[in-house]
């Protein structure tokens, strides 16, 4: 399986942008899906968008016409562009991989976004 190394995120006021990103490296050949999920404080682990490798791309409700994902031509890093962030998507964001034939997933190591009001 491939290694998912995350950068980006921060502290950041309610209306305002931030950039993450998510870089695989090692077995990726195997990688249909890339993606992020997010997880608030005693929340649970939900999935914000995702991206194929043909590039259909999937959003949370909650994201949609706010967030974009995007993967670079090399189809080893994603990004996840969020705007107009709300207080209410302040989380650990994880970067992760779906492979083909298995039901097992990478993740990355977390980034923590914060939004205040």
């Known amino acids: 399986q491939a290694e998912l190394v995350q950068s980006g995120g921060g502290s950041v006021q309610a209306g305002e942008s931030l950039r993450v990103s998510c870089v695989a490296s090692?077995?990726?050949?195997?990688?249909?899906?890339m993606g992020w999920y997010r997880q608030a404080p005693r929340g649970r682990r939900d999935v914000v968008a995702s991206?194929?490798?043909?590039?259909?791309?999937n959003y949370a409700d909650s994201v949609k016409g706010r967030f974009i994902i995007a993967m670079d031509n090399t189809k080893t890093t994603v990004y996840l562009q969020m705007n107009s962030l709300k207080p209410e998507d302040t989380a650990v964001y994880y970067c992760?991989?779906?492979?083909?034939?298995?039901?097992?997933?990478?993740w990355g190591q977390g980034t923590v976004v914060t939004v205040s009001s």
């Open positions: 090692g077995i990726t050949d195997s990688i249909y899906r």
């Open positions: 991206i194929t490798m043909d590039g259909k791309t």
């Open positions: 992760s991989a779906d492979y083909y034939g298995t039901l097992r997933m990478s």
